[in-house]
C-alpha cells in the first residue's frame, strides 16, 4: 500500500511570488505521481503527472514538479504566481503493480491562497 | 462536451430516509469511481467499477453500495444515511492506460441530519 503526506494544509502567498507545495510519498514498489487542482466549486482537474523518463514535469500553466525518488518527494512549484492559481492542490500516487491512472491514492490537499 | 455529471449538486436529508446520488459519463470510459472529500482527509476512495457489472470495495465502502448496470452511468446509494456521511462526494472515470487521467464531476454537498 501506498500513502501521500502533503504537509502544508495552506500556503499564502502574494502574487508574483514564487511558491513551492510540498508532496512526499511511501511505496514499497514503483510509482505513478500526479498533481490535481480543485478550483472553488469545482471537481478536480488534473494539472501534471509524471509516469516515467525525465523527472522533470511540467503542466501548460506554468506549474513544475520534480520526482526525487531518494527523497520520495514530487513537489510542486511556480516560479511566479497568479491571482487565479488560488485553489487547492492534491498530491496523488499509484503504484505500477495495481495499476495507471485511476487508481490513485490522495493526499489530504494543500490550499494555496494568493493575495494582491 | 466530455464531462461527468452528478446529480443533485446539494442535497438536505434526515437520518435513515434512503438516497441516491446519480452519475453519468459521455467519455465511454471503463473505469468509474466515488470518492468522499472530508476537511483534514482529502479525497477517500468509497468504491470503484473496472467495468460493467464489475464493482469493488475502496477505503471507506461502509455505509455504501453502488451498481453498474450500464458503462455510461455509476449510481451512489445510501440506504440508511447518518449524520457522519455528510460530506462531499465526487464521482470520476478514466479510460484504460497511464495517459487516461481521472475525470472528475463537480461534486454533490451531502448533508444528513
Known amino acids: 500500500a501506498q500513502s501521500v503526506t502533503q504537509l502544508d494544509s495552506q500556503v499564502p502567498v502574494f502574487e508574483e511570488a514564487p511558491v513551492e507545495l510540498r508532496c512526499n510519498y511511501s511505496?514499497?514498489?514503483?510509482?505513478?505521481l500526479f498533481w490535481y487542482v480543485q478550483y472553488p466549486n469545482q471537481g478536480l482537474q488534473l494539472l501534471l503527472k509524471y509516469l516515467s523518463g525525465s523527472t522533470l514535469v511540467e503542466s501548460i500553466n506554468g506549474f513544475e514538479a520534480e520526482f526525487n525518488k531518494s527523497q520520495t518527494s514530487f513537489h510542486l512549484r511556480k516560479p511566479s504566481v497568479h491571482i487565479s492559481d488560488t485553489a487547492e492542490y492534491f498530491c496523488a500516487v499509484s503504484d505500477i503493480l495495481t495499476g495507471g491512472g485511476n487508481k490513485l491514492t490522495f493526499g489530504t490537499g494543500t490550499q494555496l491562497k494568493v493575495e494582491l | 462536451e466530455a464531462q461527468v455529471t452528478q446529480n443533485p449538486r446539494y442535497l438536505i436529508t434526515v437520518t435513515g430516509k434512503k438516497l441516491t446520488v446519480t452519475c453519468s459519463q459521455n467519455m465511454n470510459h471503463e473505469y468509474m469511481s466515488w470518492y468522499r472529500q472530508d476537511p483534514g482527509l482529502g479525497l477517500r476512495q468509497i468504491y470503484y467499477?473496472?467495468?460493467?457489472?464489475?464493482?469493488d470495495k475502496g477505503d471507506v465502502p461502509e455505509g455504501y453500495k453502488v451498481s453498474r448496470k450500464e458503462k455510461r452511468n455509476f449510481p451512489l446509494i445510501l440506504e440508511s444515511p447518518s449524520p457522519n456521511q455528510t460530506s462531499l462526494y465526487f464521482c470520476?472515470?478514466?479510460?484504460?492506460?497511464?495517459?487516461?487521467?481521472?475525470?472528475f464531476g463537480n461534486g454533490t454537498r451531502l448533508t444528513v441530519t
Open positions: 470520476a472515470s478514466s479510460g484504460r492506460g497511464l495517459n487516461s487521467p481521472l475525470h
Open positions: 467499477s473496472m467495468n460493467v457489472e464489475v464493482t
Open positions: 511505496s514499497s514498489v514503483s510509482v505513478y
